[in-house]
T-cell receptor, first 113, second 109 residues
Framework: DAMVIQNPRYQVTQFGKPVTLSCSQT?????MYWYQQKSSQAPKLLFH???????NEADTPDNFQSRRPNTSFCFLDIRSPGLGDAAMYLC????????????FGPGTRLLVL | RKEVEQDPGPFNVPEGATVAFNCTYS??????FFWYRQDCRKEPKLLMS???SGNEDGRFTAQLNRASQYISLLIRDSKLSDSATYLC??????????FGSGTRLSIRP
């Protein structure tokens, strides 16, 4: 059974057109993360929620926003996608903190035309 | 210097061989260490946590060397299905969670 679900799996958007990626989890974990991963690179943490507390990485562009309306769901909003934002976006969860195992969703591959 | 560094490989070894690779980290206060496996175009999945005393899970052995600030992964009797990218992950309360860029491993028949 899928524990971290991401929709859609593939997303095509136009340059500058807002897009929202979604993530849900059935693990009841407190922490949810969004990562950006480009080809042959390490996953790059964009931000994470510890429960309702939002933690933005210092180098995450303002173009990226996130919402976590409840424990199970987390959204990544890209307000004005640029060509450089084409990547795999990975959602992950951990039970209580970053020092614990993270469980990843299958990712959403974003293409910007 | 990157906070977490890995040899990108690829390591190309025959089935049945033993292969090992390291990951170095720069923050001496790092607290938690992990190896994740990532198949092509898939998500990372935990392979094993790395404990101070070293730990083994079947054909896989992980070691931590705090003095030299590296962790290692040893794979014995490698299988074709071990072909993947292995990501080193380091956590510290200061620099949070850092992923290495990964080491590509290819097992040939």
């Amino acid at each position: 059974d899928a524990m971290v679900i991401q929709n859609p799996r593939y997303q095509v958007t136009q340059f500058g057109k807002p897009v929202t990626l979604s993530c849900s989890q059935t693990l009841n974990h407190n922490v949810m993360y969004w990562y950006q991963q480009k080809s042959s690179q390490a996953p790059k943490l964009l931000f994470h929620y510890y429960d309702k507390d939002f933690n933005n990485e210092a180098d995450t562009p303002d173009n990226f926003q996130s919402r976590r309306p409840n424990t199970s769901f987390c959204f990544l909003d890209i307000r004005s996608p640029g060509l450089g934002d084409a990547a795999m976006y990975l959602c992950a969860t951990s039970r209580a903190g970053m020092q614990e195992t993270q469980y990843f969703g299958p990712g959403t591959r974003l293409l910007v035309l | 210097r990157k906070e977490v560094e890995q040899d990108p490989g690829p390591f190309n070894v025959p089935e049945g061989a033993t292969v090992a690779f390291n990951c170095t980290y720069s923050n001496s206060a790092s607290q938690s260490f992990f190896w994740y496996r990532q198949d092509c175009r898939k998500e990372p999945k935990l392979l094993m946590s790395v404990y101070s005393s070293g730990n083994e899970d079947g054909r896989f052995t992980a070691q931590l060397n705090r003095a030299s600030q590296y962790i290692s992964l040893l794979i014995r009797d490698s299988k074709l299905s071990d072909s993947a990218t292995y990501l080193c992950v380091v956590y510290s309360s200061a620099s949070k969670i850092i992923f290495g860029s990964g080491t590509r491993l290819s097992i040939r028949p």
